[in-house]
């Protein structure tokens, strides 16, 4: 099979979890004996080529904290309406390769930052069969401009867009479709995975008395919790535990989280590590050099790789009750879940430090399952399946790529206009 995989960023140029799993998923259908090619953004800092990544799409300046926050009102909201609704340019890019690779399904990923819906339109117009990995709210994304949802556009998008979506779980389908953008087609919820061999089970869990090693990582801010894990390791002090210590790995994206534990009195059990490769994270949990993945992140996380990685080598995740990844797998049997606050999660803590809670039944299940049911092998089957059954619907054309393109020109300029005007009238009023 003949497979385009369509992706906002790609490794090593990479924001977080959404676009590692998509270098992994490429290199497994790779290894499978696929034909990909992989089209994305020019990269932000510089890449090495590799023959089957295609890096000339444009990246609409949206992740840029500085540009967000300094630009003028109006300059924004251009710059929003671009990164979600049409980018005349990168659809004449995926139009050019279309035409060169000519493959038989198109296998969407993050398509905000790119004009992702009018790409998603185009597809749609020149009857090219698609699959569509939602590893977060994506189809709400390109219905708005900034935090703004366009109800008429989520209807239309209902009406007219019809495909494959792979959600990574039932949040992510209930977040996009409560802002009413319908998913119409096929939907199969299906997780993100594990890579390599399964090791020997975990032999050593933490025992009351011993030092308590916690760790997290991934983006750094308050949407990810850290304030919290910060206010759970001030609980514990409180309370007389001194046995702990917390590490986080990751780039911080909010500074006001680096000084609380400074502010909070615990710059000794809490340590900021910075980044650190993903591979070198995975060979420190296959050492068991931690005890806990704490995540506490926000209700809308759509799954959550890092504390499946950790899990799979018998460190025992503790995440907040609302999250993704809590939806495959049980409270007290291969997960430790509680509420979103410092205060729950101290409380889990300290039932482990107390010897209330005994990680090592919970960490062996959890590896076990990990392995038999999350690891890529077993769910790259799967994915074959609904490539190649998108691959085999028919779907008719409504025109050609040159009418397509000429559609998006028209339809950028419009948008940019009106979004230029509404702004305006709201800067004067």
């Not at 799409?57 to 979600?84: G, I, S």
């Not at 509680?338 to 039944?361: N, S």
């Not at 025109?399 to 509404?422: H, I």
Request: proline share 6%; hydrophobic share 40%; with cysteine.
């Amino acid at each position: 099979m003949k497979v385009l995989v369509l992706s906002n960023l790609y490794p090593p140029d990479f924001i977080g979890g959404y676009e590692l799993c998509c270098r992994q998923m490429v290199d497994g259908l790779l290894g499978r004996g696929h034909q990909v090619r992989v089209l994305t953004t020019v990269p932000r800092t510089p890449c090495p080529a590799v023959e089957h990544v295609a890096r000339e799409l444009e990246l609409v300046n949206c992740y840029d904290p500085f540009d967000v926050l300094h630009n003028r009102p109006v300059t924004r909201k251009v710059t929003a309406a671009k990164a979600a609704l049409v980018s005349a340019h990168n659809v004449h890019v995926l139009l050019d390769n279309l035409r060169r690779f000519q493959p038989d399904v198109v296998y969407l990923w993050n398509l905000f930052g790119l004009g992702g819906l009018g790409l998603v339109g185009c597809l749609e117009y020149i009857g090219a069969p698609w699959v569509w990995y939602l590893g977060d709210c994506v189809p709400r994304m390109l219905c708005s401009i900034g935090e703004d949802l366009l109800p008429g556009l989520a209807s239309q998008f209902g009406r007219y867009v019809r495909g494959s979506f792979m959600p990574v779980s039932e949040r992510v389908i209930h977040e996009i479709e409560a802002a009413g953008v319908e998913l119409q087609g096929d939907i199969n919820t299906s997780p993100n995975w594990v890579l390599g061999r399964q090791p020997e089970p975990r032999k050593r869990y933490f025992r009351p008395g011993e030092r308590l090693r916690i760790v997290s990582s991934g983006q750094m801010g308050r949407h990810k919790g850290i304030h919290l894990l910060v206010e759970a390791a001030a609980v514990l002090r409180a309370r007389g535990f001194e046995n702990f210590h917390i590490d986080l790995y990751g780039k911080v994206t909010d500074p006001s989280v680096e000084p609380l534990p400074r502010q909070h009195g615990v710059t000794d059990l809490v340590t900021f590590r910075g980044m650190c490769p993903q591979e070198e994270l995975v060979d420190r949990y296959a050492r068991h050099e931690y005890d806990v993945f704490a995540f506490p992140t926000w209700k809308r996380e759509p799954f959550g790789c890092a504390p499946l990685e950790a899990a799979a080598y018998g460190t025992v995740m503790v995440v907040s009750e609302s999250c993704g990844i809590g939806e495959w797998f049980v409270d007290g049997v291969h997960c430790l879940k509680t509420a979103r606050t410092g205060e729950a999660f101290a409380d889990v803590l300290a039932g482990i430090l107390e010897g209330k809670i005994d990680l090592k039944p919970v960490g062996r299940r959890a590896s076990a399952v990990i392995w038999r049911d999350f690891h890529l092998d077993v769910l790259l089957p799967e994915i074959e399946t609904a490539l190649a059954r998108a691959q085999g619907q028919s779907r008719s054309p409504a025109g050609t790529a040159e009418e397509a393109y000429r559609l998006a020109l028209l339809a950028e300029k419009l948008t940019r206009a009106l979004v230029q005007e509404n702004a305006s009238f709201a800067e004067a009023a």
